[in-house]
């Protein structure tokens, strides 16, 4: 541990914030010896504010992190680190610096309309088109990784594109490269994703479903239902091989259990009971910490509309509209008029399904059940603009600490998606993706949708000023 006499009060001072904000006093961690290293040269200085690093330790008050190119080179307190000249300064005076935000389940060609058959049907040919509006609004809301779990392949590679050669603002995005399903005929041709519905009915052709996603750029595998254990076992080999993760559905009880010990590495919802019930069976539990199975509870779409039936003004979501060409948001918002008729998640509105989350979150926290921070975002009324940190405040009513969510939020789903070495947290070496927050999310979650400034590889996509939230 290497700190100077200056930061050590300061330090003190971060332990009172902790305390006050009610989660549990955790001591400093020591700075890695080179997080203070002062460098020659940056190209971008953040500069002030409270610093939340990504790991559990403190925050850091005076925070100030350096960029040089397209990562980090020092995080620290404006004490022990200087800004070099000729950087580019953004000042988070009073503000919060922290790691871009990384949502592990979203979908880039929904952006909250209600009917899936129209939304499809209108907007197939325009998939590109769509997910740059999806990008957009992910990125200028702190969200600077983003993983489709479903997207056409084709829009997607083209997307990603657009984004890392920076023609268009958005998030990095991992891909699955649409989904993998073992249906009837007929049941292919009536979803709304047929495009981008890979079907298959042998070993073999799970086998050669995952290996052409992988070589379409897949960064992650997504399983859908009706798969054999012998099919869910090869994609989880396939997976494997290459580094990557497989998630997705589950059906029933017998269902699940069969792919937590087939490999299946991700659960997606948090539907691992029965209907409204708020008891996980124990065999599930045991079976999901036995093969370290991650869950990514996604329960701001089971609550997005029953929200929305009780604050129906939340429809004019002011974020969402902003960042949505005005003929989208025109067919998204008719679509959006009475929350209450949506089949697709009925029941939302219940208190009992509020009740059971709550239980099946706690169950799983209580287990020391891996979970993650992922929301399907875009699927109806969860919008882009705000469902990750409506998730995060979900976590924190249910039962989770602060300063765990924001961990989870950014350096655990990293290490999840195997980029732990490259992105969730503010390491010099890592790629440069932060975000300056007006507010303290360790005091309010809800103070995220307040991110002023974002950075995404080094890249300023939003500073500070009038206008920036
Ligand atoms: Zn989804």
Redesign the pocket.
């Given at each position: 541990m290497r700190l100077s006499a200056a930061a050590i009060p300061a330090l003190c001072s971060a332990a009172v914030v902790l305390s006050l904000a009610g989660t549990t006093p955790v001591l400093a961690q020591p700075f890695d010896g080179q997080r203070d290293a002062q460098p020659e040269s940056a190209t971008l200085a953040i500069v002030g504010g409270l610093l939340i690093d990504g790991h559990e330790g403190a925050p850091l008050p005076g925070g100030i992190v350096l960029v040089d190119g397209d990562r980090i080179v020092a995080a620290g307190s404006r004490e022990t680190l200087a800004v070099p000249d000729g950087a580019e300064v953004i000042d988070a005076t009073g503000m919060t610096i922290m790691p871009g935000l990384i949502d592990v389940?979203v979908?880039l060609d929904i952006l909250g309309h209600s009917d899936y058959q129209h939304w499809h049907g209108s907007h197939r040919p325009n998939y590109p088109a769509i997910m740059e509006v999806s990008a957009r609004q992910l990125l200028m809301s702190g969200v600077t990784t983003a993983v489709d779990?479903?997207g056409n392949p084709d829009a997607l590679i083209a997307t990603k594109e657009r984004v890392e050669s920076g023609a268009i603002p958005g998030p990095r995005i991992v891909a699955s490269m649409g989904w993998i399903t073992h249906w009837t005929d007929e049941e292919v041709q009536r979803h709304h994703r047929r495009t981008h519905t890979v079907n298959v009915r042998t070993v073999e052709e799970a086998r050669a479903a995952a290996r052409t996603a992988i070589a379409q750029g897949a960064g992650i595998l997504k399983v859908h239902t009706g798969l054999t254990e012998a099919q869910l076992r090869a994609i989880a080999a396939e997976a494997d091989r290459n580094g990557l993760r497989v998630t997705g559905h589950v059906g029933d009880r017998d269902d699940l259990l069969m792919r937590i010990r087939s490999g299946q590495d991700g659960i997606?919802h948090l539907s691992l009971s029965a209907g409204d019930s708020p008891i996980i069976h124990p065999d599930v539990i045991q079976g999901l910490l036995d093969r370290r199975t991650w869950v990514v509870p996604t329960m701001i779409q089971t609550l997005a509309q029953g929200l929305t039936a009780e604050w129906p003004d939340r429809r004019d979501n002011p974020r969402a509209r902003a960042l949505t060409p005005p003929d989208l948001w025109a067919d998204i918002r008719s679509s959006i008029e009475n929350p209450r008729r949506f089949g697709y998640f009925g029941g939302g509105l219940r208190v009992s399904r509020f009740r059971a989350l709550r239980a099946k979150l706690r169950q799983l926290r209580d287990a020391g059940v891996r979970v993650l921070v992922g929301t399907?975002a875009g699927?109806p009324l969860n919008f882009h603009t705000d469902a990750t940190w409506q998730e995060m405040d979900l976590m924190v009513r249910f039962g989770f600490e602060p300063m765990e969510v924001l961990v989870t939020a950014t350096r655990r789903n990293a290490e999840y998606l195997g980029l732990g070495d490259e992105i969730g947290s503010l390491t010099p070496g890592k790629r440069a993706d932060v975000i300056v927050v007006d507010g303290n999310p360790l005091l309010s979650m809800r103070d995220l949708r307040n991110v002023v400034a974002v950075v995404r590889d080094g890249r300023v996509y939003k500073r500070p000023g009038p206008g920036a939230r």
């Open positions: 389940h979908h779990l479903a997606e399907d699927t």
